[in-house]
């Protein structure tokens, strides 16, 4: 029998404008290439990376009662994802990023956050009805809804993996208590230690610091082309990532975030999640989009074999 996990986080839609310069101070820029509207969000870009993993998964956001809300839900079941605890927001519409995509790059990007910013301790109460044996969300998650699932984890006993995405500087993470797992890229890494991850002396340093803000069984730091550093308050190693050539970041953190916890569920193995999860964000960092780039479960199989 497969475990099942509850990922907490947001799910809105992305709009794509290709424009030949990001307007400021006033300007007009005038696009005239058609526009696209993409499934996206940091909950559904993970909840679908361990879905195409094989995880049974379940997804706690809130979305609009509105087309955009309705055509996210569909996109959701396609994928395998449990889209029942999903709660719909009568008031607010649902949440929309407007991305304005430049020649070579992204030029800036706009973001109404709408029903994604009402999820609420009743929401969580209701999804933790799905029984799941992990909870994983992010630091953009509401801090009361944030405690109320690593305090669920705790009472049931069942692994907390906190993705640092969304950390600042003054954010409290020592009432986070239980058996806690921490996802963390570089920026989030200085930001939550005041550590640069620049050396392999810097990495322990700076993952001693994060367990002394926060009761941690495991950090793994997550280094992008350079691979991830996983830290368990005793013995430390750095894992290679695969080479393969980047070309779009956009769902890749949240494709190792996902790919991580699927595999972590089926052997309780963080070393062997960790590699696994680097697999697949570097698959994904190599293909261009969000949802499109992320692989499933026989890709990474066949990358990790090689």
């Keep these: 029998m497969k475990r099942n996990m509850l990922v907490i986080g947001c799910a809105n839609m992305d709009v794509l404008l290709n424009v030949p310069f990001a307007p400021n101070e006033g300007r007009v820029a005038v696009s005239r290439e058609k526009y696209s509207f993409t499934p996206g969000g940091n909950g559904a870009y993970t909840a679908v990376a361990a879905a195409r993993s094989e995880a049974e998964v379940v997804l ?120 806690n797992i921490m996802i963390v890229g570089d920026k989030e890494f200085e930001i939550l230690t005041g550590v640069k991850a620049d050396s392999t002396e810097n990495y322990l340093r700076g993952c001693i610091a994060l367990c002394d803000r926060m009761p941690l069984r495991f950090v793994v730091l997550k280094l992008g082309r350079k691979g991830a550093y996983i830290y368990d308050g005793k013995y430390c190693e750095l894992l290679m990532a695969p080479s393969l050539q980047t070309v779009d970041i956009t769902a890749e953190h949240q494709t190792f975030v996902g790919a991580f916890c699927a595999d972590f569920l089926r052997n309780y193995d963080v070393r062997s999640a960790a590699e696994y999860a680097l697999s697949a964000s570097v698959i994904s960092a190599s293909r261009v989009g969000g949802f499109a780039s992320i692989p499933n479960s026989a890709e990474i199989g066949d990358l990790l074999d090689t």
């Design 60 to 179: 706690c956001a809130r979305v609009g009662d509105d087309e955009q809300g309705a055509r996210l839900l569909r996109y959701l079941k396609d994928e395998n994802v449990n889209t029942g605890y999903i709660a719909i927001d009568p008031v607010n519409q649902t949440g929309l990023e407007v991305y304005l995509l430049e020649q070579y790059g992204l030029g800036g990007k706009v973001i109404y956050k709408g029903a994604s910013s009402k999820l609420n301790c009743a929401n969580l109460e209701a999804a933790l009805g799905c029984a799941p044996d992990l909870i994983v969300t992010d630091l953009n998650t509401d801090p009361e809804v944030l405690s109320a699932a690593a305090s669920a984890c705790r009472a049931r006993e069942i692994p907390f993996v906190l993705d640092a995405t969304g950390a600042y500087e003054n954010v409290r993470l020592s009432g986070l208590r239980g058996d």
